[in-house]
């Protein structure tokens, strides 16, 4: 495991889009107070154990690699955790991780039946505590229902703060969807991302990786974007 999260990673994280997830390309909406306690655990204001929770598609992931970007450009020793890649690795990449200033671990729910992987993230909540060092979790079930078998990891689980992550409303996945195709060099107009909207899977990831497919067929036929040509590609 590789104290830096944003160099030469040692196991094969997502990290295809890591340079740009910070905390200035994630669009708040009711999230401030969430952005502002991020903030001030990756600038070491403060030492905490955060648990977010919330729906896929609510930009934990985002938030986790953004902390994680921001704290390694701030010199601080870092981690980034997919626990959803848990079944590639052997649980003692945890080990001596609690000296590192931020740990974040990613899809929590990705390890509810496997006791090896709980018992050993509950040794590295100890360690985090004992060096006065932060960790970030996340999961899209809160500390109270998730389905963990051992009680002293989800005692630790609410250690610190817990946060529900608020999801957007139609309004603000219409400025992100505007805002992520834009990022892909072309014009989303307001029309286009209400239709999308309305016709398809509401969840947000689903409506951005959508995106990518009017990019690419777009490009390829040589026409705008507009309301007819997406109607075509989705029905």
Not at 62 to 82: F, G, R, W
Not at 132 to 160: A, C, F, H, Q, Y
Not at 199 to 216: A, E, F, G, P, Y
Request: glycine share 4%; charged share 25%; with cysteine.
């Amino acid at each position: 495991m590789n104290p830096n999260c944003t160099s030469s990673p040692q196991i094969p994280f997502e990290f295809s889009n890591f340079q740009k997830l910070d905390f200035t390309s994630f669009i708040q909406g009711e999230n401030k107070y969430l952005l502002q306690l991020l903030n001030a655990l990756t600038r070491k204001e403060r030492n905490d154990c955060l648990y977010i929770w919330g729906p896929e598609g609510t930009g934990k992931t985002h938030l986790l690699q953004a902390a994680c970007k921001q704290a390694d450009e701030m010199n601080s020793q870092v981690t980034y955790i997919p626990l959803k890649q848990h079944g590639e690795f052997d649980s003692e990449i945890l080990n001596g991780l609690g000296k590192l200033n931020l740990i974040c671990v990613d899809d929590l729910e990705s390890i509810s039946n496997n006791l090896e992987w709980q018992q050993r993230l509950t040794l590295l909540y100890n360690e985090i505590r004992d060096n006065n060092n932060s960790i970030i979790i996340s999961s899209t079930v809160s500390p109270k229902n998730i389905k963990i078998e051992l009680d002293d990891l989800k005692s630790r689980l609410v250690w610190g703060q817990v946060h529900k992550i608020k999801p957007p409303d139609d309004e603000l996945k219409i400025e992100i969807l505007k805002r992520k195709a834009s990022e892909r060099s072309f014009e989303l107009t307001k029309s286009v991302a209400e239709f999308l909207i309305r016709r398809t899977d509401r969840d947000l990831n689903s409506l951005i990786k959508i995106l990518d497919v009017i990019d690419h067929s777009s490009l390829a036929a040589k026409r705008k974007v507009t309301v007819p040509f997406v109607k075509e590609l989705i029905d």
